[in-house]
């Protein structure tokens, strides 16, 4: 009997080792996926920006060997840093991490948001004294001049607008959706009322309202896919059990999630005249001449957009393992909340 008990513990020690093991593995696959991630934006930002070699000139040859050794060596820093992390805190469980992440990008679409409301009616104000001649009669000829340059522009009211979101989102915890929404309406609303009332129309009515709902559509599509709000085709889906569920959410994020925004964020990124970097870097406008310069942060949009969405499946990730392994603490989707209520 003895030796029976003992057999029996073994067995429920290994499983339990087992299900540890799972679970560092799995936080160790997320926040080294996270870390790459984090790294390569670091190193784009080098590489385009800052006209560092890059790190894959080490396989092909550069004139600055050391500079290119640094940013191979971010690479390293950066999964280094996410395994310690993971086996300092073993003990913690993975929906504690998921947490953590979702509450990150949480804050990047807040400042998100609030950062393009912001540029927003910047640039329109400026562009509506613009294109009615008032910018000479307010800054002087010379600051006139200047906000007609795109670059200009970016930098000395784009960029302060961008800070002043991003300070305001660590305040305030709402993501503002609907906010923005109802922005969208009122702008097409504007152009409406003055053009067929007043006659009046500019080019940069229509850029706002394009700027906005670019914003919402790509911004929103990390919350939604936390609340589970996107279509799902679900004939087989509906039927299966919490611990198969949590298997497909875990399998689908890996191989279509993560793949999807892998892909956006380098070829996005991957060079001076990508899509992404292309038009960040030369601040793009439209043609219209007169509308408004922010189609440069509409490509940018995009790169929001994976990262947003890459943080989400690594949490996404973990989350379905917790489902998978039945782990206690499964969290409640606002929707369902408003269901009960």
Not at 33 to 46: G, K
Not at 172 to 188: I, Q, Y
Not at 217 to 237: C, I
Not at 268 to 296: A, C, H, R
Request: charged share 15%.
């Amino acid at each position: 009997m003895a030796k029976k008990a003992r057999a029996a513990r073994g067995a429920q020690g290994a499983a339990v080792a087992t299900q540890d093991n799972s679970v560092v593995l799995s936080r160790c696959f997320a926040w080294t996926v996270i870390a790459i991630m984090v790294a390569f934006l670091f190193n784009n930002y080098l590489t385009n920006w800052r006209d560092w070699p890059g790190p894959t000139t080490l396989f092909t040859g550069t004139s600055d060997a050391t500079l290119a050794v640094i940013q191979a060596g971010i690479y390293a820093v950066a999964v280094a840093v996410a395994i310690a992390f993971v086996l300092a805190t073993r003990p913690r469980a993975l929906r504690p991490d998921s947490e953590v992440i979702f509450s990150v990008t949480g804050y990047i679409i807040r400042a998100s948001f609030w950062a393009v409301f912001f540029i927003g009616l910047a640039d329109m104000v400026v562009s509506f004294l613009r294109v009615e001649g008032l910018l000479p009669v307010l800054f002087g000829d010379k600051l006139a001049v200047d906000l007609g340059r795109s670059s200009f522009r970016g930098l000395w009211v784009h960029f302060p607008m961008l800070f002043l979101g991003l300070a305001v989102a660590a305040y305030h915890r709402g993501l503002g959706f609907p906010w923005l929404a109802l922005l969208v309406v009122a702008a097409e609303l504007l152009i409406v009322l003055t053009r067929f009332i007043f006659s009046y129309e500019q080019a940069f009515m229509a850029d706002l309202v394009r700027f906005w709902y670019a914003a919402l559509f790509l911004f929103a599509s990390a919350y939604t896919l936390l609340e589970e709000g996107h279509v799902r085709v679900d004939v087989l889906y509906s039927t299966f059990s919490a611990r198969t569920k949590g298997l497909v959410n875990a399998w689908g994020s890996v191989v279509l999630g993560m793949s999807l925004c892998a892909v956006i964020i380098y070829y996005g990124m991957d060079g001076k005249s990508t899509v992404i970097n292309g038009p960040l870097l030369i601040f793009e406008t439209t043609q219209t001449g007169f509308g408004m310069y922010v189609k440069y942060w509409m490509a940018g949009f995009l790169g929001i957009f994976a990262i947003t969405m890459m943080l989400q499946f690594s949490g996404y990730f973990l989350e379905g393992v917790a489902d998978y392994r039945g782990d206690p603490g499964k969290r409640k989707l606002e929707s369902e909340g408003i269901l009960e209520h």
